[in-house]
């Protein structure tokens, strides 16, 4: 027997069987957060079986394993939303089909999205907090958030807008959140709260009508506007919309 095994075999008698059994549950354990995260990851990537059904598979594994390993699961998911933002339809179906299978993995998912967005306002790491809302969008097509629920905090973004003293750059961060999220929910929230969504958008008309422009000469690449007019981002999706 080499020393090392004899050296195991010596902690093991010392521990005693509680702390074996206690040592064998954390690695099993570690084993299958591990291939939890494998599944969750890996999901969408190329596959022999449908999207669908890998998706409903997947669900299926993880409602099973919620009652022991929800932390983890959650966790996963929300790192993925800003890890893997080119698979934000994938996810965002995940959690629609967890959602179906037990509600509060839903809403605890929500929840927890919500803070990592807080903290990402709070920290400027603002690319991430864009990602963040637009996850949060889509959410309202899997039917995990209400739209009423969405037009609110919208809302409370466009309202940024009406504080004293603030810059600029302030006030366009969170009107351009709202305005880069329209494309994934604004015809859910024109059929489903279309006289809250209408007022929503005249605020942002009303915002962007109003907004100094005085440093777009500055960002110009062009030394002239013909054959095409040059516009910087916010006015272009005004614009556009």
């Not at 929300?78 to 509060?104: D, Q």
């Not at 809302?133 to 739209?147: E, G, K, T, Y």
């Not at 409370?156 to 329209?182: G, K």
């Not at 859910?188 to 006289?195: D, F, I, V, Y």
Request: proline letters at 3%.
């Amino acid at each position: 027997m080499s020393s090392r095994r004899r050296h195991d075999s010596y902690s093991d008698e010392e521990d005693g069987p509680s702390s074996v059994r206690k040592r064998r549950r954390v690695s099993e354990n570690v084993d299958i957060e591990d291939r939890l995260e494998s599944l969750i990851t890996r999901v969408g990537e190329k596959s022999t079986s449908s999207l669908e059904s890998n998706l409903e598979g997947l669900a299926s594994v993880l409602e099973a394993d919620l009652q022991n390993y929800k932390t983890k699961i959650l966790k996963i998911l929300v790192e993925c939303v800003a890890a893997l933002p080119e698979k934000m339809a994938v996810y965002t179906t995940l959690v629609g089909l967890l959602n179906a299978k037990n509600y509060n993995c839903g809403g605890e998912f929500t929840e927890l999205l919500v803070r990592h967005l807080k903290e990402a306002l709070k920290t400027g790491e603002f690319d991430n907090a864009l990602l963040i809302v637009r996850f949060l969008s889509d959410l309202v097509n899997c039917h995990v958030i209400v739209a009423g629920s969405l037009i609110a905090m919208f809302d409370n973004f466009i309202e940024v807008t009406l504080e004293d003293n603030i810059p600029q750059v302030r006030s366009d961060f969170y009107v351009y959140a709202v305005m880069a999220s329209l494309p994934w929910v604004g015809k859910e929230l024109q059929e489903k709260k279309e006289q809250e969504f209408n007022k929503l958008l005249m605020s942002i008309d009303n915002y962007i009508s109003k907004r100094q422009k005085i440093h777009a000469p500055t960002l110009r690449v062009w030394t002239s506007d013909d054959p095409h007019p040059q516009e910087e981002v916010i006015a272009f999706i005004s614009e556009c919309r």
